[in-house]
């Protein structure tokens, strides 16, 4: 490894871990979500001798994951539906139920509302950062992360009650 490399490492291995749990919330799949780091951080490692010019590398990747999900979202491939045994796995901990009734509502929600919401709540970004990062007005995140929010008390609701 050259002494050039070691901080493309370094950065690798410290922020890929926070990279899948935003992207396992994105995806709500666990497969998914490790595909979509993995292609968030090819571009990364083939776009490096340009971002280390860059102030925030975190930033870029960060932006470059809720992107590339988007983006997959849009593709038709994304609608085939696999046949076949799935292994099993074991539960998540705390309330499986409760973790399961969210992640289907989050998977209800459209791709722009669940970046919002994960930006906003789980990467605890500001209004402005969250606008920022997707390239929308902050009125549109504030909107989008609205009917989120409803539209997962409306499915928690049902739910619960």
């Given at each position: 490894?050259?002494?050039?490399?070691e901080?493309?490492?370094?950065?690798i291995?410290a922020?890929?871990?926070?990279?899948?749990?935003?992207a396992?919330?994105?995806?709500?799949?666990r497969?998914?979500?490790?595909?979509?780091?993995?292609?968030?951080?090819?571009?990364?490692?083939l776009?490096?001798?340009?971002?280390?010019?860059?102030?925030?590398v975190?930033?870029?990747?960060?932006k470059?994951?809720v992107?590339?999900?988007?983006?997959?979202?849009?593709?038709?491939?994304r609608?085939?539906?696999?046949?076949?045994?799935?292994p099993?796995?074991?539960?998540?901990a705390?309330?499986?139920?409760?973790?399961?009734?969210l992640?289907?509502?989050m998977?209800?929600?459209?791709?722009?509302q669940?970046a919002?919401?994960?930006?906003?709540?789980?990467?605890?970004?500001?209004?402005?950062?969250?606008?920022q990062?997707?390239g929308?007005?902050?009125?549109?995140?504030?909107?989008?992360?609205?009917?989120?929010l409803?539209?997962?008390r409306a499915?928690?609701?049902?739910?619960?009650?």
């Amino acid at each position: 490894m050259t002494s050039d490399e070691e901080p493309l490492h370094a950065f690798i291995e410290a922020r890929r871990g926070a990279l899948f749990r935003s992207a396992y919330l994105l995806c709500g799949n666990r497969d998914e979500a490790e595909d979509l780091v993995q292609a968030t951080l090819v571009k990364v490692v083939l776009g490096w001798r340009r971002l280390r010019r860059l102030d925030n590398v975190e930033a870029y990747a960060r932006k470059t994951l809720v992107n590339t999900f988007i983006a997959g979202r849009r593709r038709f491939w994304r609608w085939e539906q696999a046949y076949g045994e799935l292994p099993d796995r074991p539960a998540p901990a705390g309330d499986p139920e409760s973790a399961l009734a969210l992640r289907a509502a989050m998977a209800g929600l459209n791709p722009r509302q669940r970046a919002v919401l994960v930006l906003r709540y789980w990467e605890d970004l500001s209004v402005q950062d969250t606008a920022q990062l997707l390239g929308m007005r902050e009125n549109t995140v504030k909107s989008h992360t609205a009917r989120g929010l409803e539209a997962l008390r409306a499915v928690m609701r049902e739910e619960y009650v």
